[in-house]
């Protein structure tokens, strides 16, 4: 919950402008209120463009909500479902998670699905049960078919604003679980599908957390409020 009208178009061109010669797709994910803006500014470019959240309601008595049908109306390529804040403010559960997911694949638009633990999963031994539970459930309600629409995002919820780390080896081997849990449901489509880590990931360790084999790219937080920083990531792409 971040950004004014001034602060976006300065972070937005400041975006574009050092974007013409990266190797990575990138895209932003704003608050409802500002999309309409990033569909003004960067309608025609590289840089895409999509919202926080959607309901898993296609229209009606839901005061607040913003379903997929409104959000495509704005451009929408992509959405995040189960973010972790979500998930801990807002009580929000893996069959809301997937159903949520199921609404923005029948409007068209990319879910990108977020996974993840919290320290207390993760010092009990918890982390594949939980992540893949969380992914499971939407796998579940999409379909094999769908498997190559979505993005799947980890957030080990213990390394966010806290001071603590996951190196890149412990985030890829929870990435390749993801990836064999994929498998799973369709094999030759899991290959394509983008598993991205979002656990801090910052200029000074994206291009080694990326360099594993099953990390294809970043969820950004903090990172992404600066063009600098978030261009830095960019070109640390492989």
Known sequence: MNGSRAANATLLTGILDGLANAKAAAAVCVPAPYLYQCQDLLQGSLLAWGAQDVSCQPSGAYTGEVCAAMLEEFGCRYVIVGHS???AYH???D??????TKALLDAGMTPIVCVGETLAQREAGQT?????AQLGAVLDKIGQDAVA??????EPVWAIGTGKTATPEMAQEVHAALREKLRACNAEAAENTLVLYGGSMKPDNAADLM?????DGGLIGGAALKAADFLSIIRAAP
């Not at 629409?149 to 980890?154: E, G, K, N, P």
């Open 85 to 87: 804040e979500r998930r």
């Open 128 to 132: 594949m049960e939980v992540v893949g």
């Open 91 to 93: 009580g929000e559960s």
């Open 211 to 215: 360099a594993q084999p099953d990390i």
């Open 149 to 154: 629409r979505i993005v799947v995002a980890y």
């Open 95 to 100: 069959e809301l998670v997937a159903k949520k």
